[in-house]
């Protein structure tokens, strides 16, 4: 066994190992006086920073969680190495040749391969790759790039490999380099059945590196036809080194922009991050093999120094279709993992970064990022276009969606400006907006051992239709109209000429209406007694014809006969609900209507609207002095 590493080469290496440098690459650190340095702890989750950095002294502390120690602490906690693995990877960054006592003594290294050996193992394996890319066999992923517009400057810049359809070429190139099977295995690279064979056979590489530069695995992309496996990708598995909720392709390449722009955009593919930084967007980064999650978004609020004190932005890239608007959702329900404001980008065409650098070059891709919209706009802009905005049910049912969706976020200091952002696209006034996010944040939790997500299916079922009471004072007009049109038709006249079944808002007042339209009208019963109840018998519907009986009974609000004054002010009234009605809904299309886009459009409506209120005014004007 190894000796024990002496003292004074362990003192040499905290001398010259920098803190400062070290921890950078975790963390963005910014000057803090007194020759401090601060930036967002890395080892619990917070949004001002509190882990603080001494470099004249070698040590660090946070004063959130209490972590803090010397630059060997801090890699042994936040790489998960023994003390002896830390010392010797330090040592060997910074040129410190270690002394070890003599003689055989306890080695404190972990079992199973240690993660020197792991990053080792990728980084010949990745030079292995990168040299077999140019074999006239990797000629199909070579044509693969060339398609998508990278060159080989634009390989080797992201150092792609290719892996040869051999099926067991590179374990033996590395088994030749000394490694055992055993790491081999336990970094990814090599998998065992009846035999050791490659992980990656016949396929366009990419390596995913942290965000030192260290290589710890690889994304592989499908290229032939004949391949067995069908999945056009296929990512290293979880290992010691990798894990896919935190691992971020391209970081390493986007960390110093992040920090100095205080921007992280977020593509979907390899290949789009490929396509951002050739273009100009060097902050672009990509997920590996899952989704975007909390944990990547921990790992970006590091590098950007996402906190209170200096807020930047975070850039979503979605694709146009169904797919893109759910990966939108989800990003919005996690929208309070940054305190940075968040963004989304989509190419009107639905062309992804990579597509439209292809098709109309760098400067677009430069563009779609400038044309970033908000993400909670986005994501409520495609809840509320479901729904036809022009009728009363449709703006119901789209603020009723979009108070559900805003009702889910944790960050409640967000919750009043997305109701306000809901009130101006629904058409709708800004309290009422409110009173919905506040119901929709009431409604019955899941019941006790419901399966996940069942809370999310209870809100999506479409609630049974049941109609409000027939007495509800918001019909009021509704109802004395018809009764005195029922009960009185002979003092009607002609007063009623003007009403239609648009004039009644509830269902089955609308319908009544229409029975005494095709009875018809009150002329025909101002002579005949009867006639309310041959209405009621003509109706073919229960509840109508229970109404009409309802109705042709119900003393009218008043202890005089009926004159036509009487009626007209109930007329009157419920044709000026009509406009009102009609007035709102104008207003609400003009408060989505964009009048430099749309001049036209706008204009039209103005004058509509300006006719309406005229239209009441005179309605009001007939009802002057009635009782």
Known sequence: ?????????????????????????????????????????????????????????????????????????????????SFAETVERLADKYGVELKREEGDVRDDRPRGPGRGKLIEAHRVAQEYYTEQLLTPEAAPARQFLTERGFDGTAADTFGLGFAPRD???????????????????????VAVGRSAYDRFRGRLLWPIREASGETIGFGARRIFEDDRIEAKYLNTPETPIYKKSTVL??????????????????????TD???????????????CGTAFGDDHAKVLRRFMADHEEF?????FTFDGDAAGQAAAIKAFQGDQNFVSQTYVAVEPDGLDPCDLRIKKGDAAVRELVARRVPLYRFVLTNVVAKYDLDRADGRVDALRESARLVSSIRDRSKVDAFAREIASMVGVDVEEARAEVRRASTRRPPRPGAPPGQEELVAERPARQELPSLRDPRFAIERETLKVVLQHPMVIGRTTADV??????????????????????????????????????????PVVASAISELSVEPLPTAKEPTSDYVLQYVVRLLELTALRRIDQVKSKMQRTNPVEHPDEFNRMFGELAALEEHRRKLRDRIVGAP
């Open 1 to 81: 066994m190894a000796g024990r590493i002496r003292e004074e080469s362990i003192a040499e290496v905290r001398e010259k190992a920098a803190i400062d440098e070290v921890v950078s690459g975790y963390v963005t650190l910014k000057n803090a006086g007194g020759g401090s340095q601060k930036g967002l702890c890395p080892f619990h989750d917070e949004k001002t920073p509190s882990f603080n950095v001494n470099p004249s002294r070698g040590t660090y502390h946070c004063f959130g969680c209490g972590e803090g120690g010397d630059v060997i602490s801090f890699l042994m906690k936040i790489d998960g190495l």
């Open 167 to 189: 099926g067991d070429a590179l374990f033996k190139h590395l088994r030749g380099r000394g490694f055992s099977q055993d790491e081999l295995v336990t970094a990814g690279l």
């Open 311 to 315: 807020r930047g932005e975070v850039i």
């Open 500 to 541: 239609g079944p648009e004039d009644f808002i509830h269902p089955t007042y609308r319908a009544v209406w229409e029975v005494i339209e095709a009875g018809g009208g009150p002329a025909t019963g101002a002579g005949d007694p009867s006639w309310s109840g041959k209405l009621r018998d003509a109706a073919t519907d």
């Open 273 to 287: 991050v490929m396509a951002c930084h050739l273009a100009g967007v060097g902050t672009a980064v990509a997920s």
């Open 249 to 270: 392709y391209g970081i390493d390449l986007a960390r110093r922009s992040m920090a100095r722009s205080a921007q992280a955009v977020v593509v979907e593919g390899y």
